[in-house]
Every structure is written in C-alpha cells, then in structure tokens.
C-alpha cells in the first residue's frame, strides 16, 4: 500500500525544525564554521574601495570578464595573472536581517523535507523496514543538504575545507531527517 504525503506531515515538520536546531547547534554552539571566513588584511581599505564603486548588493568577480572569448585576449590575461582573483558578494548595507534569515533557514529545511517525502512516497509503502526508510531518507536528505556545495569550490573559489564543513552539516541534516522519517513512517495495523 502506497503513503500519501499528507501522511508524512508531522515527519516534514518535525524533520524541517529539527535540521533548524540542529543548523542553530551547529553556529551557535561547536562554531566550526567560524574558519570558513578570512579577515584581510587591509579591510578598511578594500571597504573604502568598495563603497566609493558604489556597489549594489551583487555577486562581482575580479577581474570581470563579459564573455568566455575575452579570457584569452592579451589584456584580461594580464589581469588574472596580476591579480587578485576574487568573487566578492555584495550584502546591503547595515546589520544582517537575523531574524529573515532564520526564517528562509527553516523555510529551506521545510521545503527540503516535503522533497524528501515525497520521493519517499514513490519508494517506499506503508509497513517498510524503519532502517529501508532510514537509508533511503538519509541518502535523498544528504544529496538535497549538502551535494551542492561541491560547485562551489570547483568554480567560485570556496575552500574545499569550507565545502567539507558543510557535507559534514549535511549529513547530519541527513541523519536527522531519516531518524525523523524512520521513526514516523507509516506501518500496517
């Protein structure tokens, strides 16, 4: 017999706050993400730099190249071989909205569960094995948390010590939700 995804309701929200606890737990409390990020060291100086361009929240590159053609022209080769090489992210001004980001945080981890569910409900039926559930849950949880990461370093420079923080955190969004789903999976009266 087949589950619906209205039957994983209290396994979608319970999955979506839990993985919010634990992304707390992880920032707040062990704060290994603290080493993802770099001071430089003429900060006021680039922040001076970057003010006076007048920059709107964005994604920039340095050096900025339009088009594939132009990387090898003698001018933009020039300049990658110079330097810097950087992909800065523009934010607005003023302090970060904690509390709009917590909010799409636990949004993020809500949708990412009703995905989750509902491959599962094309899988598995009522009555399957807490552990089948368990691996099946894990390995989707862990692909739609951390998987995407992997791009990042390959093409926007993120350090792969960086990419494996968050494969770590991923897995244990994955652990979370398929001990939630496991625990809450339908089974035969």
Excluded at 64 to 84: I, L
Excluded at 119 to 144: C, H, I, K
Excluded at 153 to 166: A, D, E, H, K, L
Aim: net charge negative; with cysteine.
């Amino acid at each position: 017999m087949s589950v619906s995804l209205s039957e994983l309701w209290m396994a979608i929200l319970l999955a979506g706050v839990l993985c919010w606890v634990a992304s707390a737990l992880i920032h707040m409390l062990l704060k290994y993400h603290n080493l993802d990020y770099k001071e430089l060291s003429n900060e006021d100086e680039v922040s001076a730099a970057l003010r006076a361009s007048s920059a709107a929240p964005a994604l920039y590159t340095l050096p900025y190249c339009s088009d594939m053609k132009e990387m090898g022209g003698d001018v933009m080769q020039k300049k990658f071989t110079a330097g810097p090489v950087a992909m800065i992210s523009v934010f607005p001004d003023g302090m970060p909205n904690m509390g709009k980001a917590l909010g799409l945080q636990i949004l993020f981890f809500l949708i990412g569960s009703v995905f989750i569910a509902y491959l599962a409900t094309m899988s598995m039926g009522v009555g399957t094995e807490s552990m089948v559930v368990f691996r099946y849950v894990f390995v989707a949880a862990f692909v739609a948390y951390g998987w995407g990461q992997v791009p990042y370093s390959i093409w926007m420079g993120q350090p792969w010590s960086n990419c494996v923080r968050y494969l770590i955190d991923a897995l244990i969004y994955g652990a979370v939700t398929a001990g939630t789903f496991a625990w809450l999976w339908p089974q035969l009266a």
